[in-house]
T-cell receptor, first 113, second 110 residues
Framework: AQSVTQLGSHVSVSEGALVLLRCNYS??????LFWYVQYPNQGLQLLLKYTTGATLVKGINGFEAEFKKSETSFHLTKPSAHMSDAAEYFCAVSKGSQGNLIFGKGTKLSVKP | NAGVTQTPKFRILKIGQSMTLQCAQD?????MYWYRQDPGMGLKLIYY???????DKGEVPNGYNVSRSTTEDFPLRLELAAPSQTSVYFC?????????FGQGTRLTVV
């Protein structure tokens, strides 16, 4: 069975600081991995995804994530936080291109001025 | 291009009442999903469909029903509402590996 663990339900950073949101997964097959962002009272928006190929993937709004198979991790980073990055972030895994998404519990990011 | 449209946005139901949450997509996606989101729990899959006429249960299907008569529409039915069904419900559709989400329906059962 597949599962996703997001470490830290709430992360707070200062504006301009590094953002690091952690995600570990378990999967019996090569996984497809995703990060979604949810702004207050909104639906989920895809930030980035890893399917195959290059293990460092770049997404929207300056975010990137690195797939590390040996560590079963897919951590999300951004070099410099902006106030507009405050939102909830969800890591998700699926089996293949049309598999159902399994979500982590989410990490709420706060950005202090 | 509207994407995935959910109606209503908010609803308060009394225990035992029934209702249908509507979901429509205009992207001609075969795959559609219903999730519920509870605070601190992420999103849990209720039902999904791989095409018109084909539906299957997800992780938390009890208390819900779905139908898929057309590619565009995927309604979710609550027959006997219970307080445990108070949640935010998201519909999604997918093409390839990318899922597109609606804005959600916030349901309160009292």
């Amino acid at each position: 069975a597949q599962s996703v663990t997001q470490l830290g339900s709430h992360v707070s950073v200062s504006e301009g600081a590094l953002v690091l949101l952690r995600c570990n997964y378990s999967s019996s097959v090569p996984p497809y991995l995703f990060w979604y962002v949810q702004y207050p009272n909104q639906g989920l928006q895809l930030l980035l995804k890893y399917t195959t190929g290059a293990t460092l993937v770049k997404g929207i709004n300056g975010f990137e994530a690195e797939f590390k198979k040996s560590e079963t991790s897919f951590h999300l980073t951004k070099p410099s936080a902006h106030m507009s990055d405050a939102a909830e972030y969800f890591c998700a895994v699926s089996k293949g291109s049309q598999g159902n998404l399994i979500f982590g519990k989410g990490t709420k990011l706060s950005v202090k001025p | 291009n509207a994407g995935v449209t959910q109606t209503p946005k908010f609803r308060i139901l009394k225990i035992g009442q029934s209702m249908t949450l509507q979901c429509a997509q205009d992207m001609n996606h075969n795959y559609m999903y219903w999730y519920r989101q509870d605070p601190g729990m992420g999103l849990k899959l209720i039902y999904y469909s791989v095409g018109a006429g084909i539906t299957d249960k997800g992780e938390v299907p009890n208390g819900y029903n779905v139908s898929r008569s057309t590619t565009e529409d995927f309604p979710l039915r609550l027959e006997l509402a219970a307080p445990s069904q108070t949640s935010v419900y998201f519909c999604a559709s997918s093409w390839g590996s990318e899922a597109f989400f609606g804005q959600g329906t916030r349901l309160t059962v009292v």
